[in-house]
């Protein structure tokens, strides 16, 4: 299929993984922090990575280590082509932040390929594409960082063999704040800590939050929204590696957030409010906590991004 276009740019939106009690099944978009790519068509009939900026010479740009070119090249692969093409990446956002920093520039690098390619994809069949860059990541290809991402608004992820993402409504209203404490956490760190086996009784209260999650989410009902965002399995374990996440959750709750959680693996945090007053009123305060203990943050305020990755005219 002939290229329409020789160069594009794009941004793809950071995430929020887990909703609570969606643990790896269900994620959503903001509106920022995100990720910029620039993809040039050229002849060489390779991917290569030409400039990353942002990133403080942390990320490779051997593009079979670089979650972007390894994204574009499964596509390419899938679809029987060799097409050369130039990738200058600008992170946005903060890495190792808990908010999909890899799934972002996995995103941003297939949709962008794929726009220049004619779209011969839809975006939801895109996804399993920029899995492959989560593979190259963290060491398994999830969606629950991708799938908002490329897709915008509330996902849910009912399978991953075969793959069925469905998307969940977005209440009028509904914002989020994040709060990003400077303060490193290994994603394999976070996971060693999850535990291998619940019980029974735990995993019933976690399945129960999940489903009425959804049920609040279709009928816009902020308070059981609130009550349902309630994780028993994952926050407990990861709790313990964020600074004073107990005395920011009860900042958070007592200023006015309907629930608030680790976003991803952390260590951002995340706070669910009803209008945007409440949540610059709750962003304020776990920043003022944070400031009060001598800990950096970088904070910002969204609405659910319903759009995911866009094209920057």
């Not at 509106?31 to 990353?52: A, C, Q, T, W, Y």
């Not at 932040?97 to 220049?116: K, Q, T, W």
């Not at 902020?222 to 009860?250: C, N, Q, W």
């Not at 629930?259 to 776990?286: D, E, N, W, Y």
Request: proline share 7%; glycine share 8%; with cysteine.
């Amino acid at each position: 299929m002939p290229p329409k276009k020789a160069a594009i740019k794009v941004y793809a939106p950071a995430t929020v993984a887990n909703l609570a009690c969606g643990f790896d099944v269900m994620g959503l978009s903001v509106r920022e922090p995100g990720d910029e790519l620039s993809l040039m068509l050229n002849s060489s009939g390779k991917i290569s990575v030409r400039r990353i900026i942002g990133d403080g010479g942390k990320l490779s740009s051997d593009p079979k280590k670089n979650t972007a070119s390894v994204a574009i090249q499964a596509m390419l692969d899938h679809m029987g082509i060799r097409q050369g093409a130039d990738i200058v990446l600008r992170k946005r956002m903060p890495l190792g932040s808990g908010l999909g920093s890899s799934a972002a520039s996995a995103v941003a690098g297939v949709f962008a390929m794929n726009e220049l390619l004619g779209r011969p994809f839809s975006k939801s069949a895109l996804v399993p594409f920029a899995m492959e860059g989560e593979r190259i990541a963290c060491g398994s290809a999830h969606a629950d960082n991708v799938a908002p991402s490329m897709m915008g608004g509330i996902v849910l992820i009912r399978s991953y063999h075969p793959l069925e993402i469905i998307s969940l409504p977005v209440p009028s209203q509904m914002y989020i704040a994040l709060v990003h404490p400077q303060v490193e956490v290994l994603t394999r760190d976070a996971r060693a800590v999850l535990p291998r086996k619940i019980p029974l009784e735990t995993g019933i209260r976690q399945w129960a939050n999940t489903a009425s999650l959804v049920a609040g989410l279709f009928s816009s009902n902020f308070t059981l929204i609130g009550k349902s965002m309630e994780d028993h399995v994952a926050e407990p374990a990861r709790a313990k590696l964020i600074p004073y996440f107990k005395e920011a959750k009860e900042a958070a709750l007592l200023d006015g957030a309907l629930s608030f959680s680790i976003s991803g693996s952390g260590p951002t945090v995340f706070a669910v409010c009803k209008g945007k007053a409440s949540a610059l009123r709750v962003m304020s305060s776990i920043k003022k906590m944070y400031r009060d203990k001598k800990i950096p943050t970088d904070q910002y305020l969204s609405p659910v991004n319903r759009d995911g990755v866009i094209v920057i005219p």
